[in-house]
């Protein structure tokens, strides 16, 4: 069965960086894109872009354009975000969730990573 | 961006009762493709969200009857024809027409 299993809690710094991973199994890694999604505490979700799986090109919605970087490694099935020069308001659960070209939208998601910044 | 309102904010319903939740975009989720891609998910306490309804009113194998979608152009609505203990948690509708995606606010169904 598809799963995205996202690695664990992150607590940080602020400045510092964190890199999280999403791990894909159940179907072929490079043909579906994968989306980031950000869920501030007691917020709701905002989508911060996707990775096109067999390019590996990038797409960062406008807030996310400056210190986001969604990167692959293909060969691991493995999706990453590396969120660099940390502030408080990147506090936050992130989530990867998988494109469905058929539905032409988020089909599975994976359980989240809870990211805390505080000095 | 696209606003994406959603109302209620909470709903509090016994079990058995229906659910009516609206959404409404601040433009026309109709595509170029004549598709109109307005989705629904449910967040259960604790969980990342799952997948409910795609393109207004399609739904996800997975998903029981008792839910349905409706509406068009800039207002939707989610159905629960009889609630079940397992329907709780925040519903949140999200657009994927217009970059970039959006989400409304959430809707919170409590069980009675």
């Known amino acids: 069965q598809i799963q995205l299993v996202q690695s664990g809690p992150e607590l940080k710094k602020p400045g510092e960086s964190v890199k999280i991973s999403c791990k894909a199994s159940g179907y072929t890694f490079t043909d579906y894109a994968m989306n980031w999604v950000k869920q501030a505490p007691g917020n709701g979700l905002k989508w911060m872009g996707w990775i096109n799986t067999q390019t590996g090109k990038p797409t960062y919605a406008d807030d996310f354009k400056q210190r986001f970087v969604f990167s692959l490694e293909t060969s691991a099935s493995t999706a990453y975000l590396q969120i660099n020069n940390l502030n408080i308001e990147d506090t936050a659960t992130y989530f990867c969730t998988k494109w469905d070209y058929y539905s032409e939208g988020f089909d599975y998601w994976g359980q989240g990573v809870m990211v805390t910044v505080s000095s | 961006d696209v606003v994406m309102t959603q109302t209620p904010v909470s709903l509090s319903l016994a079990i058995g009762q229906p659910a009516s939740i609206s959404c409404k975009s601040s433009q026309s989720l109709l595509g170029t493709s004549g598709k109109t891609f307005l989705n629904w998910i449910l967040q259960r306490p604790g969980q990342s969200p799952k997948r409910l309804i795609y393109q207004v009113s399609k739904l996800y194998s997975e998903v029981p009857d008792r839910f349905s979608g409706s509406g068009s152009e800039t207002e939707f609505t989610l159905k629960i024809s009889r609630v079940e203990a397992e329907d709780l948690g925040v519903y949140y509708c999200?657009?994927?027409?217009?970059?970039?995606?959006?989400f409304g606010s959430g809707t919170k169904l409590e069980i009675k």
């Open positions: 999200w657009q994927g027409t217009h970059f970039p995606f959006t």
